[in-house]
């Protein structure tokens, strides 16, 4: 208890809904499965949102293998601290991130933790992040739902609407399905899926060719009655822009790929 007759609980969770009522939107980039690239679309949408003059937050919540510091040149960088506040780094312009990756002494250093150290940190950095007013909040979770996503999902509550990341195949598809069924036991809504490595664009010809397959997340999204974002093709740039931390959106304004990116946003802007 403290002084004035309230509980510990009663100040943090006071403290929680402060920092989240100046937050406009926010969005948890989910995946059912790893390996479809969600850490990617969620940099990618943030920085698309930057570009239409927002100001956003992005906030890595992937304990275990944060790759948003990679993705955005930031490796070697840390966080600063004030009075226990978390201050987040400026990138960008108008981009502003917090990351586990950011916190730790090596790139290399593994975070062995359990549910609750996990449930506690994530409470720290949406309470204690000087974010100020943002018009997008972009939280990455760790693929599945697991304690992350859980985490991230009971503590915001309705405050914030997934968009869930998958490939056109029926073996992500299966898992992705999973997640929507996720989000709606914790009653978080779904702002829609993207299709990611949604065909293949040859850097020769421009040409798009559906090597992967293609409309698996669109009849999802159909069959689970929820929006489709849109998809976005494979781009053998999209690579070399996560390992180089030059963003792609940046890099590659004019491309194919960048304006799908461009038409999700506008999708997800007009849905606010």
């Not at 990138?91 to 250093?109: A, K, N, T």
């Not at 609750?116 to 909040?137: C, P, R, S, T």
């Amino acid at each position: 208890m403290t002084e004035c007759g309230h509980t510990t609980q009663d100040t943090d969770d006071h403290l929680l809904q402060e920092r989240l009522s100046r937050i406009g939107r926010t969005l948890m980039v989910l995946s059912g499965k790893g390996g479809v690239g969600k850490s990617t679309v969620a940099v990618n949408l943030a920085l698309s949102l930057t570009a239409r003059g927002q100001r956003v937050g992005l906030l890595d919540v992937d304990i275990h293998g944060p790759s948003i510091p990679k993705m955005l040149g930031l490796n070697g960088r840390k966080v600063g601290v004030r009075e226990n506040e978390i201050i987040p780094i400026e990138c960008f312009g108008r981009l502003h991130v917090v990351s586990m990756g950011l916190l730790i002494e090596h790139d290399d250093q593994p975070v062995v933790w359990r549910g609750a150290l996990k449930y506690n940190v994530i409470k720290e950095f949406l309470q204690h992040v000087m974010w100020g007013n943002l018009d997008y909040l972009v939280i990455d979770a760790p693929p599945g739902t697991g304690d992350e996503p859980l985490s991230v999902g009971q503590l915001i509550k309705e405050r914030a609407s997934a968009v869930i990341v998958t490939t056109p195949q029926q073996v992500a598809t299966i898992d992705v399905a999973k997640c929507i069924t996720f989000c709606n036991q914790l009653h978080l809504p779904v702002a829609g899926i993207i299709e990611n490595m949604s065909g293949f664009i040859c850097p020769h010809c421009g040409k798009e060719v559906d090597i992967f397959s293609k409309g698996g997340g669109k009849e999802l999204a159909s069959r689970m009655n929820v929006p489709f974002l849109g998809a976005v093709p494979l781009d053998p740039d999209i690579v070399k822009s996560g390992d180089s931390g030059e963003p792609y959106v940046l890099s590659y304004t004019n491309t194919e790929t960048a304006k799908r990116f461009d038409e999700i946003v506008e999708k997800i802007t007009a849905g606010s």
